[in-house]
């Protein structure tokens, strides 16, 4: 089955500790974002990458950071930095970057204790 | 001024009726528009996409397209309770190009028994 994994499902970290997100995608797609939701709102833009080895930041990179070395993982650091980190975020991938659909994987809720 | 607005409801509408969701956007630029379906806890789905003015129809969803008023609406016919969800609108082609989504905050769908 072609599609987009994510882990883990729920995560819990203490304040002042990294954590990296995992995002994997079988689709062979090009393009990979990260996305955050936090309650009762949109999806907001942290970090995308358009092909393997290069990344933008999205509108709100601040305490985060991704890489992308192979084309099928886009994992996300959240940082000690970043200030608000409990949230649910969202792994997406399209075949390129030219307007087109995104497909989701199934998230990873993230809450600091 | 948000750049995707959406009606943050609940819309409530009985079994069998139609449901009618709106969306309006700010940039003229736009170029793809996407309705995404979101059950409590889970990830956007796509259910449909739209690049042009009129109506594109599959199955009991319509979307509609309205350029020159800024608007992208979506219809359900014979709404079921399993449509019961909130129903994100997004936007791409806005101001930065590319493949990047700016997302409503959602509207919330009650299809009652």
């Known amino acids: 089955d072609g599609g987009i994994t994510q882990s883990p499902k729920y995560l819990f970290r203490k304040e002042g500790q990294n954590v990296t997100l995992s995002c994997e995608q079988n689709?062979?797609?090009?393009?990979m974002y990260w996305y955050r939701q936090d309650p009762g709102q949109g999806l907001r833009l942290i970090y995308y990458s358009q092909i393997v080895n290069d990344f933008q930041k999205g509108d709100i990179a601040e305490g985060y950071s991704v890489s992308r070395e192979k084309k099928e993982s886009f994992p996300l650091t959240v940082t000690s930095a970043q200030k608000n980190p409990t949230a649910f975020y969202l792994c997406a991938s399209s075949i390129d970057f030219r307007p087109d659909e995104q497909f989701f994987g199934p998230g990873t809720r993230l809450t600091v204790l | 001024q948000k750049e995707v607005e959406q009606n943050s409801g609940p819309l409530s509408v009985p079994e069998g009726a139609i449901a009618s969701l709106n969306c309006t956007y700010s940039d003229r630029g736009s170029q793809s528009f996407f309705w995404y379906r979101q059950y409590s806890g889970k990830s956007p789905e796509l259910i449909m996409f739209?690049?042009?003015?009129g109506d594109k129809e599959d199955g009991r969803f319509t979307a509609q397209l309205n350029k020159a008023s800024q608007y992208v609406s979506l219809l359900i016919r014979d709404s079921q309770p399993s449509d019961s969800a909130t129903y994100l609108c997004?936007?791409?082609?806005?101001?930065?190009?590319?493949?990047?989504?700016?997302f409503g905050t959602g509207t919330q769908l009650k299809v009652e028994l």
């Open positions: 739209i690049y042009s003015n």
């Open positions: 689709l062979n797609h090009d393009a």
């Open positions: 997004a936007v791409n082609g806005l101001t930065g190009g590319g493949n990047k989504l700016t």
